[in-house]
C-alpha cells in the first residue's frame, strides 16, 4: 500500500514542514558527496549508542568531542541510507506534516519534530545500548508526526494506491486504521527475533509513535487550548486544492459518468489542470481535465466521449461540475 494523501487540506502553507523536507535533501546530498569519506562521516554524524554506553579512555567515546556526541543526537534524523529511504520518509512527511503544523503552528512544530526525532533515538539507544552500528534516518520523528496525525485526525482517510498487477487502484482508508495498522506491525518487527539483523531501528519508530501522541498532552497546556492559533503568522494560506481528485463512483450501468472537482477560488480566476481518478464498475480510471480560467462555481465541463460504450457502440461523456470553497 502506498499513501497518496490524505483528505484533510490545512489551511496554511506548511512552512516549517517543507523547510525540512528541503534540509533533509540538501543533507542527503553531502552525504552522498563523501566518496570514501561516507563511511566516517556517517559514523560521526550518525547515532551509535556504543559512543555513549562505555565511557571509558579506550572507548570508542573518548574518539569524539561533547559537542559532536550531543550533536549527533539530532544530526541522525537528517541522514539517510540510500534514495530509497529518503523518498519513503519525505513523501510520508509531506502527507502528515502539514496537517499537524497546521494545528500545532509553525515555531512549535519545529519543537514538537526535533523531540520526537530525539526521543526516538534516545528509545533506540536505551533499548541498544552497546551497538555499533550506526542508527540514521528521520523515520523516528517523521513517526512522531503520524502519532499526532493518529490523535488528531483519526476520521480523516488516507488515499492510498494499491498496485493490482499493473493496474493502479485507489482507496481511501481511514487514518485511524492506516496508521494503527503501521503502528502494529512496527511493534511486531521490534519484537521478532530477527528485528536486529534486519538494520532497521524498529524500536525508533515506536518511540517517535509513542512520543508523538504522547506530546500533544504537553502542547494542550498552552494558553491557548486549540494549539498555538497565534503563532501562524509566519504561514501562508494555501491557494490550491490537490491535484489529484477522487469522484463518486458513476452509475456502472450508464455510459455517462458525473462528478465533482472542488477548486479554490484562486484556481477558478487563474484556471488549473487536476487528476481524476474515476471508480467505474470494477475499473480505476484516471482522467486529466483542464479547469479554464473564469470558471464559475455550479458551472459543468463535459468531456465528450470519455465515457463508457453504448450499445450502439459510441462512447457516452463524461459530465464534471466545477465546486468553488476554500480548501478548510
Not at 100 to 117: A, N
Not at 123 to 152: C, D, E, Q, R
Request: net charge positive.
Amino acid at each position: 500500500m502506498i499513501p497518496i494523501r490524505d483528505t484533510i487540506v490545512s489551511r496554511n502553507y506548511p512552512v516549517v514542514n517543507t523547510m525540512l523536507i528541503g534540509i533533509n535533501i540538501v543533507v542527503f546530498f553531502v552525504q552522498m558527496s563523501q566518496g570514501p569519506g561516507l563511511e566516517r562521516f556517517v559514523y560521526t554524524y550518525g547515532l551509535v549508542p556504543g559512543r555513549f554506553s562505555i565511557p571509558s579512555i579506550s572507548s570508542i567515546s573518548s574518539y569524539f568531542t561533547f559537542t559532536e556526541q550531543a550533536f549527533s543526537l539530532i544530526s541522525f534524523m537528517f541522514l539517510h541510507g540510500g534514495i530509497l529511504h529518503i523518498i519513503g520518509n519525505m513523501w510520508t512527511l509531506y502527507i502528515f506534516g502539514d496537517n499537524v503544523e497546521d494545528r500545532l503552528g509553525s515555531f512549535h512544530y519545529l519543537i514538537f519534530y526535533l523531540g520526537c526525532g530525539l526521543v526516538s533515538g534516545l528509545f533506540h539507544l536505551f533499548l541498544n545500548f552497546h551497538s555499533t552500528v550506526p542508527t540514521i534516518g528521520a523515520s523516528g520523528a517523521v513517526a512522531g508526526v503520524m502519532g499526532a496525525y493518529f490523535i488528531l485526525y483519526p476520521h480523516s482517510r488516507i488515499l492510498t494506491l494499491i498496485p493490482i498487477i499493473f493496474i493502479p487502484w485507489f482507496v481511501e482508508i481511514p487514518a485511524v486504521f492506516f496508521l494503527g495498522f503501521w503502528f502494529f506491525m512496527q511493534v511486531l518487527n521490534a519484537t521478532s527475533s530477527h528485528a536486529m539483523a534486519s538494520g532497521i531501528a524498529w524500536w525508533a519508530h515506536v518511540g517517535g509513535f509513542v512520543a508523538g501522541m504522547a506530546a500533544l498532552k504537553l502542547f494542550n497546556v498552552l494558553p491557548d487550548a486549540r494549539f498555538a492559533a497565534g503563532h501562524k503568522s509566519s504561514a501562508f494560506e494555501k491557494k490550491k486544492t490537490p491535484r489529484l481528485h477522487v469522484v463518486k463512483s458513476p452509475d456502472p450501468t450508464s455510459p455517462d459518468g458525473y462528478g465533482e472537482i472542488s477548486i479554490t477560488p484562486y484556481e477558478a480566476a487563474a484556471g488549473t489542470k487536476k487528476m481524476v481518478n474515476l471508480p467505474w464498475g470494477f475499473y480505476n480510471r484516471i482522467y486529466n481535465v483542464t479547469i479554464p480560467p473564469g470558471a464559475r462555481d455550479g458551472m459543468t465541463l463535459r468531456l465528450k466521449g470519455a465515457g463508457d460504450r453504448r450499445a450502439d457502440g459510441a462512447r457516452g461523456d463524461l459530465m464534471f461540475k466545477i465546486r468553488i470553497r476554500q480548501p478548510w
